[in-house]
DNA sequence: AACTTGTCAATTTTT
DNA sequence: TTGACAAGTT
C-alpha cells in the first residue's frame, strides 16, 4: 500500500503504532481515507488479523461505504488475490456489534431464547398502553415520543428506573418516573430490547461478568470509531470495554459537527480523549481538500464564536472561487423561486443537477421550495421525512413473524391481532389484557384460551381470535418444515394481505407498491434463510432487521437531480453547488435554541445552546466545494403572523469581504428589515 | 370503518 | 395558519 499520496497528519494516522489515537479531523480533510488506509495498513503490513479489528460507525450505510473502500484497497495492494479479507472484518453500527454481543451472551444475561427488538415505532407502543394505565383519561395530553426522549437519556446516563429523579414542577418529568420503571419492566415482559438496551446491556454484560468481559476485550486487538463525535455515554463506555486490554483505539471525529447531542452525544468525549485514554496521540487533520478558500474561510469564521472547542481552522491550497452569494428575498417564496431560477440558470450553464444541493434547518422549510422547483420544472429528491413510513405492510408481516417464533412480543401481537380486520375492536383486546393480567400469563395465551371460547368473550370474537391462532399456528408449522419462503407466501394468502391492500390503497400503482415491499421482504428472508437456515437465525435476522434503516434499500443515486435535505441529513456529503436558506434568527439559530428552558419539554438535560446551531450552520457552510449561497427571508408567516425576520448571526459572522449581497426584494419594492442587526445589512443592500 | 370536529403545537431523528 | 391526531359520530 502506498502511503506516499497521504499528507503528513494523515500518514501519522495511518501509521501509528498503538495506543490511543485520537484523529481530529475537520471537514473534507480526507477522514474516511484515513480509517480506510489505516485497515488496510494494519492488515496488510502488520499482519493483523482482519477478524480482530473493529469498524464502529453510527449508519450501516456508513459501515457498508468502508468495508467497499477497505475491501478496493486491499485488492488495489496486489498484495492478496481476492478481497475476501475485507468480509472478515467486524465492520459495522455500534448497536449492531451490541446485539452482536447480546447473542453471543444470551445465556448469562438470562434473555430468552426468542428475543425481539424494538425499534421507535414499537417503543411508542409500549408508551401509548403505559400512558393509558397510568395516567388514563389524560394520558393524550403527554408526547410519548417526549416521554421516550427522556427514558432515552437516562439510561444512556445509566440512571436506573428507579432513581429517576423528576425535576421540580416538570410534568413530563413526573410522568417519566412513573413511566420508566414500567416500560423497563414491559419490554422485560414482552422479551424485547430497545434500542438503546443494544449498548447499555453489553455494557452492564461486560462490567458484571469477567468471563464475558475477557473474551471480548481480547476479541479485537483494534478498535476504530468513526464519527467519535457523535458518542454517548453509554456508547464511550462500551468502547473503553472493547480497549480495556491494549488501549488500541482509533478515534476520529470533529468536535465542530457535532450535531446530535440533543440525542445524548456528548461533543466533550472529543475535547476528554486524552482523559478517557491517558497516553492518548492526537492528530489534527486541517488541511482540506473540498472547498475554496473563501468558502473555508466563511465557515471558520463562523465556527470560531464557538468557545468550548479544541479549535481548528481549516486551510487549503486550491485556486481560490467566487464570492459568497449573500441573498435577501421578501418573503419564502421569493427566497425559493430565487433559488430555483438560479439552478435553472446554472445547469443552463452545463452545472448538472446533482451537483447541487438545497440545506435548511428544518424540513418544513422545504415547502415553498417543492413548489418552486416544481414550477421552474428542476428535478429534485427530497431525503428524510418519513417516506419510511409507507414501509407499515412489511412491518405488518414481520410482526407476524416475531408472533410465531416468540409469543411474549405483545407489541407485535397487538399490532395484527386485528389486522387485517377480523372483528377484534379495542373493547375485546381490553378483556383479553385483563385476564392476561389476572393470571400472570402472556396475551398471546389469553388469545388462544379466548379462540376456544374460554374467556367472557362473544362467540363472534372468539371466532375471530381462532382465525389469528390458527394463521399464526399454520405459519409455525410451514416454517418448520424449513421452507420459509412458502412459509410467508401461505400467511399472505391466509390472511389475504394482498386484497387488504388493494383496498386500502387509493391507486393501483399504491397497492402495487406495497404488494412489491412485501415481495421484497420475502425475497430478502429467503435469502437470509439460504445462507443460514433455522429459526434461530430466523430470529437472529429480524432483529437485525430492526436496526435497518430504510434509507439504504432505494436510495438511488442515479438520477441527475437537485438534493433537498435539513443540515442534519448533510451531514458526511459534499456539494459543487450549495444553497443554505433560511439563514435567519430563529430559523438557524432555531427558536429553539434561544429561549433556554421554556416549557422545553423534549429535552430535559440538554442546555440548548446556540453552540450546536452554530455547528450545524458550520456543517452546511462546508458542505459547498465551489460556489455557496446564503439566503434569508426578510419576512416570513409564523403561527399565522406575518412578523419581520432578522438575519441570522451566522450570516452576520462571515466576514463581508468574502461575500457579495444581493437583494431580490430592491426590484419589486423597498426592502423590509428588522432590528439593528439588519441596519448592517441594508447599508450594503444601498451599495450593491 | 368512514366521516366530522376539536384540540394543540409548531426542530433536528445516525439506531 | 396549517396540520396532525384522536375522539366522537353515523
Redesign the pocket.
Known amino acids: 500500500m502506498d502511503a506516499g499520496h497521504l499528507n503528513a497528519p494523515q500518514r501519522e494516522a495511518v501509521l501509528h503504532e498503538g495506543g490511543p489515537l485520537l484523529v481530529v479531523a475537520g471537514a473534507g480533510s480526507g477522514k474516511t481515507r484515513v480509517i480506510t488506509h489505516r485497515i488496510a495498513h494494519l492488515v496488510l503490513e502488520r499482519g493483523v488479523d482482519p477478524r480482530h479489528i473493529a469498524a464502529l460507525t ?4 456508513a459501515a457498508a461505504e468502508m468495508r467497499g473502500r477497505v475491501a478496493r484497497l486491499i485488492k488495489g495492494s496486489g498484495r492478496t488475490a481476492e478481497g475476501g479479507l475485507a468480509r472478515q472484518l467486524t465492520m459495522g ?1 455500534f ?2 456489534l451490541g446485539l452482536t454481543i447480546l447473542q453471543r451472551e444470551r445465556a448469562a444475561l438470562g434473555f430468552p431464547r426468542g428475543f425481539v427488538v424494538y425499534d ?1 415505532a414499537d417503543q411508542m407502543g409500549v408508551v401509548r398502553e403505559l400512558m393509558r394505565h397510568v395516567r388514563g383519561g389524560e ?3 403527554y ?1 410519548a ?1 417526549s416521554i421516550l426522549t427522556r427514558i432515552s437519556l437516562a439510561k444512556n446516563a445509566f440512571r436506573p428506573p428507579e432513581d429517576y429523579q423528576p425535576a421540580d414542577g416538570d410534568d413530563y418529568d413526573e410522568v417519566t418516573a412513573e413511566i420508566y420503571p414500567r416500560y423497563q419492566a414491559a419490554l422485560r415482559g414482552f422479551a424485547a430490547l430497545d ?2 438496551d443494544l449498548i447499555t446491556e453489553p455494557v452492564r454484560l461486560l462490567r458484571e461478568h469477567a468471563d464475558v468481559r475477557e473474551r471480548w476485550a481480547s476479541a479485537f486487538s483494534h478498535v476504530l470509531v468513526d ?1 467519535y463525535q ?1 458518542t454517548n455515554r453509554s456508547q464511550l463506555l462500551m468502547v473503553k470495554e472493547l480497549v480495556a486490554r491494549h488501549g488500541n483505539l482509533c478515534a476520529v471525529g470533529d468536535d465542530d459537527q457535532s ?2 447531542s ?2 445524548g ?1 456528548d461533543p466533550r468525549h472529543i475535547q476528554d480523549f486524552e482523559r478517557d485514554f491517558p497516553g492518548a496521540r492526537v492528530v489534527v487533520l486541517d488541511q482540506n481538500y473540498r472547498s475554496t478558500p473563501t468558502i473555508l474561510a466563511s465557515a471558520n469564521a463562523v465556527i470560531r464564536n464557538n468557545t468550548d472547542r479544541r479549535g481548528k481552522e481549516l486551510w487549503s491550497t486550491r485556486p481560490d472561487g467566487p464570492p459568497v452569494t449573500a441573498v435577501t428575498a421578501v418573503d419564502p417564496e421569493a427566497e425559493a423561486k430565487f433559488v430555483a431560477q438560479e439552478i435553472a440558470r446554472l445547469t443552463g450553464d452545463g452545472r448538472r443537477h446533482r451537483d447541487i444541493a438545497v440545506l435548511y ?4 422549510q422545504s ?1 415553498e421550495l417543492e413548489e418552486a422547483l416544481r414550477t421552474t420544472r428542476v428535478p429534485y429528491v427530497m431525503v ?1 421525512g418519513q417516506q419510511f413510513y409507507e414501509r407499515k405492510e412489511v412491518k405488518d408481516v414481520i410482526a407476524y413473524l416475531r408472533v410465531a417464533l416468540s409469543e411474549r412480543d405483545e407489541i407485535s401481537l397487538r399490532r395484527i391481532i ?1 389486522y387485517p ?1 377480523r ?1 377484534v ?1 379495542p373493547t375485546t383486546v381490553e378483556k383479553l389484557l385483563h385476564s392476561a393480567h389476572a393470571r400472570h400469563t402472556t396475551l398471546w395465551r389469553a388469545v388462544v384460551d379466548g379462540a376456544s371460547g374460554g374467556g367472557e368473550l362473544r362467540p363472534a370474537q372468539a371466532d375471530a381470535l381462532a382465525g389469528l391462532v390458527a394463521a399464526i399456528s399454520e405459519l409455525r408449522a410451514a416454517m418448520d418444515t424449513g421452507d420459509v419462503q412458502s412459509a410467508v407466501r401461505g400467511l399472505i394468502e391466509t390472511i389475504d394481505l394482498h386484497g387488504d391492500l388493494r ?2 390503497s387509493t391507486s393501483l400503482t399504491a397497492s402495487q407498491r406495497r404488494i412489491d415491499n412485501v415481495e421484497a421482504l420475502i425475497r430478502q428472508v429467503t435469502e437470509q434463510q439460504k445462507r443460514k437456515p433455522g429459526r434461530e437465525a430466523l430470529l437472529e435476522y429480524l432483529r437485525f432487521l430492526s ?1 435497518a ?1 430504510d ?2 434499500e432505494e436510495r438511488d443515486d442515479g438520477g441527475d437531480r437537485v438534493l433537498l ?2 443540515l ?2 448533510a451531514k458526511g456529503l459534499e456539494f459543487p453547488v450549495v444553497f443554505l436558506i433560511g439563514v435567519e434568527e430563529e430559523i438557524l439559530p ?1 427558536a ?2 434561544l429561549m433556554p428552558h421554556a416549557n ?4 430535559p438535560d440538554h442546555v ?1 445552546d446556540v453552540s450546536e446551531e452554530r455547528r450545524l450552520a458550520y456543517v452546511g457552510l462546508t458542505r459547498a466545494q465551489e460556489m455557496l449561497y446564503v439566503t434569508r427571508c426578510a419576512s416570513r ?1 409564523r ?2 403572523r406575518q412578523v419581520l425576520c432578522t438575519p441570522s448571526r451566522f450570516l452576520l459572522e462571515i466576514p463581508e469581504q468574502l461575500m457579495e449581497l444581493r437583494d431580490v426584494a430592491a426590484e419589486s419594492r423597498e426592502p423590509v428589515h428588522a432590528g439593528e442587526l439588519s441596519a448592517f445589512f441594508q447599508k450594503f443592500a444601498t451599495t450593491d
Open positions: 453510527f449508519t450501516n450505510k453500527t448497536h449492531s421507535t394520558d393524550r395530553r408526547d415520543r434500542f438503546d464519527e457523535d450535531i446530535y440533543w440525542r452525544a434547518r428544518s424540513n418544513i415547502r428524510g386485528n380486520a372483528g375492536g383496498a386500502a436496526l434503516s434509507s439504504e435535505t435539513t442534519h441529513g432555531h429553539r435554541s422545553d419539554v423534549s429535552d440548548s408567516r403561527h399565522g
